[in-house]
């Protein structure tokens, strides 16, 4: 690892100094036990799954709705996944709420409705990563467990001055943060580290004065915090391509169906389309064809854009205003649903940017 000449030598950061950091600035958020209460598992692993790729402002009420209508692991197992999905509506990376449903099933069949208190079985389990493995493992059941997130890569990068970009350098935070481990109070140090993260050593302008490990910070004594971590140039993403047809029926309900069981988005509602793919669509009128019901497709102006993790995607949109017989000629897998019905159905963000697009044109067009 690349490190520049410690200029602070003999200064450690210490693990006791950042426990009694937190004893006085803790965050108090929903999910969180109090000093004097025993953290509930259920709690501290749904909070997780929600907070991966999501921040701590756009779960808390998320997770509150979930605890409310499913307050226990069991109630969560016997819902269904379709409601599931429509409580995960807006969150996004819908495959965390079947991961979560499935875990809970999985738990209340096989482990009588407890979690497992080593890592390695929970990571056996759906949804959960290392990550997620080693949060739960610390808060929920107070194990030494090193919990790196993001959050904890930056600050290990600041404090120990590394130069090397991520994400080359991840394995070297890791250890980092492994060595810096307590000898106890582990779930405290992991939420400390994360609290740190969040409202301190915080990605741009990191608040130094305000810092418990402000005299041990590499970074902060050689004034190049702003800088770190360092990362690797992003590859641009491809972008696919897709035709999305919004078909509605002679009450002005909207088509929808389910998407395949595996893959991107699986088993959600969606708007027919043809495939994502990276290729350029054929012209309009070609394209028509491959519409799920025949009749009177109109292109729509403009394109819907929305960014997964490993791809942007493309839609061209068209819509059509179908008579009984035109259904009656063709009746793919599907459902109608009334617009006014639309809010209740578990609908990707994708799906939603479509149909918002098409309603607001075909008010206009109409
Ligand atoms: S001193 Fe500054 S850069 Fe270093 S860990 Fe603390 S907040 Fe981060």
């Known amino acids: ?48 799954i929600m907070l991966q790729q999501t921040t701590v402002a756009a779960v808390g009420p998320y997770f509150r709705r979930f605890i409310e ?3 226990t ?12 999905f429509r409580m995960w509506a807006g969150l996004g990376y819908y495959r965390r709420a079947r991961g979560l449903h499935a875990c809970a099933q999985l738990l209340v069949a096989e482990q009588g409705g407890t979690f497992p208190r080593s890592e390695e079985e ?39 001055a590394v130069q090397t970009p991520l994400p080359k350098a991840k394995a070297d935070l890791r250890t980092l943060a492994e060595q810096l481990l307590p000898k106890a109070r582990f779930g405290d140090y992991a939420q400390a580290l994360m609290d740190l993260g969040a409202t ?16 041990a910070c590499l970074a902060r004594a050689q004034n190049c915090q702003q800088e770190l971590p360092r990362r690797e140039a992003k590859k641009a993403k491809p972008v696919r391509r897709a035709m999305a047809f919004v078909a509605f029926n002679e009450r002005g309900a909207v088509f929808l169906r389910q998407r395949p069981e595996t893959g ?6 969606e708007v027919p389309s043809t495939p994502w793919e990276e290729k350029p669509l054929p012209p309009w009128p ?21 960014t997964f993790t490993h791809f942007d995607l493309e839609l061209s949109v068209a819509i059509a205003s179908l008579s009984k017989p035109a259904l009656r000629a063709g009746q793919p897998k599907g459902k109608w649903v009334p617009v006014s019905k639309l809010k209740d159905q578990a609908l990707p963000s994708v799906m939603r940017k479509i149909l918002r697009h098409a309603q607001k044109q075909r008010q206009e067009g109409d």
């Open 264 to 269: 991107l988005l699986a088993s959600m509602i």
């Open 200 to 215: 301190i050593c915080t990605p741009r302008s990191p608040k130094c004065e305000a810092c418990p490990w402000a005299s």
């Open 286 to 306: 070609k394209a028509r064809t491959k519409a799920p019901f025949s009749g009177r497709w109109r292109l729509l102006s403009g394109l819907v854009h929305h």
């Open 73 to 84: 692991l069991q109630a969560l197992a016997a819902a269904e996944l379709d409601e599931v």
């Open 69 to 71: 209508r499913w307050p």
């Open 122 to 160: 929970l990571r056996k389990l759906p949804g959960l990563g290392p990550y997620t493995a080693a949060a739960v493992m610390a808060i929920a059941f107070d194990r030494r467990a090193n919990v790196v997130d993001g959050n904890v890569e930056r600050v290990m990068a600041r404090l120990y």
């Open 1 to 48: 690892m690349s490190q520049k000449k410690p200029a602070n030598k003999g200064q450690k950061p210490s693990p006791a100094k950042l426990l009694k950091w937190y004893d006085r600035f803790r965050r108090v958020l929903p999910w969180r036990a109090l000093p004097d209460e025993t953290p509930d598992p259920y709690h501290v692993w749904l909070s997780e």
